[in-house]
C-alpha cells in the first residue's frame, strides 16, 4: 500500500509518467505526484559507493559498474528507467548520494542553503523534479502556511542592515543574495513529507508561472544513514 503525503489542494496526483510530465500546473496545484510503490533494494546502492565529499554525483556508468545482489540490481534498473525517461523528456537528472548539504553560517538570522524552505527560481519555464529512493525525503510546504521572510518585519530590518546603499536597489540585494526565496512556516504549519519512491515535479517561480511556487526543503539526514536522491 502506497502512503500519501495528505495535503493542502496544491497536490495533485497522477499513475503514470506521461500524465506526470503532460498535466499542466493551474488552479493553486503546484506540486505533482506521481505515486510509486518501488522494489529493489536502494540500500544496496548507497552502501556500495564510497562518499570521499559530503555529496557523490552517481552517472549511469558507475551505476552500472556496481556489484549488486538482486534486489540491489532490481533497484538499479529502476534508477536508470527513470534517468533514461527524464533525459528524453528534455530534463537533465542528478543521481546524488548525500551525507549532508553544505550549511549557510554566513547570516546566522537568515541561512540560505537547502535546509531552509524556499521556492526555486528560473529565467525561462522549467520546473523542478526529485524522488528520494532511500533516506529521509525533502518536504514541502502549503503555500497559505507560509510567509515570505523578507516581509517579516524583524527580518526586513535586520537585512536592511547589510545594505548600505540606495533604497532603490533593496529588492535587487534581496534578489542577488537569494533572501527572497525563502520562506518561514507559520504557526500550526505542517510540512508535508513527500515520501520515498514516488516521482514529483514542482513549480518554479520564472516569468511564465501560472501558478506560485512550491515551497520545498531537504531534510536534516539521519545520522549514519546517506541519502538517493535523483534531482533536476
Not at 512556516?185 to 513527500?194: E, F, K, R, W, Y
Not at 516569468?207 to 536534516?220: N, Q, S
Request: proline share 6%.
Amino acid at each position: 500500500m502506497i502512503n500519501l503525503p495528505q495535503a493542502a489542494n496544491q497536490i495533485h496526483y497522477v499513475t503514470n509518467f506521461q500524465d506526470f510530465i503532460s498535466t499542466p500546473f493551474n488552479r493553486g496545484i503546484n506540486a505533482i505526484c506521481w505515486t510509486r510503490n518501488l522494489a529493489g533494494d536502494f540500500s544496496d546502492i548507497v552502501d556500495k559507493v564510497e562518499l570521499k565529499e559530503n555529496i557523490a554525483t552517481l552517472d549511469e556508468v558507475e551505476l552500472s559498474k556496481l556489484v549488486l545482489s538482486e534486489q540491489g540490481r532490481l533497484a538499479r534498473e529502476i534508477l536508470l528507467n527513470d534517468l533514461q525517461m527524464l533525459n528524453a523528456h528534455g530534463a537533465c537528472p542528478v543521481l546524488n548520494i548525500i551525507r549532508c548539504y553544505e550549511r549557510d553560517d554566513s547570516h546566522p538570522f537568515f541561512p540560505t542553503d537547502v535546509y531552509s524552505f524556499h521556492v526555486d527560481r528560473s529565467a525561462v519555464p522549467v520546473d523542478t523534479f526529485l524522488c528520494t529512493y532511500y533516506g529521509k525525503p525533502s518536504e514541502i510546504l502549503p503555500n497559505t502556511q507560509a510567509k515570505q521572510k523578507v516581509l517579516i518585519p524583524e527580518i526586513r530590518n535586520e537585512l536592511k542592515k547589510l545594505y548600505h546603499e540606495a533604497d532603490e536597489g533593496f529588492q535587487s540585494f534581496l534578489s542577488e543574495h537569494f533572501f527572497d526565496l525563502h520562506y518561514l512556516p507559520g504557526p500550526g504549519a505542517q510540512p508535508v513529507s513527500l515520501g520515498t519512491g514516488h516521482l514529483w515535479r514542482l513549480a518554479v517561480d520564472h516569468p511564465e508561472a501560472r501558478v506560485l511556487p512550491c515551497i520545498h526543503r531537504a531534510p536534516k539526514e539521519k545520522n549514519g544513514q546517506n541519502r538517493l536522491l535523483m534531482i533536476c
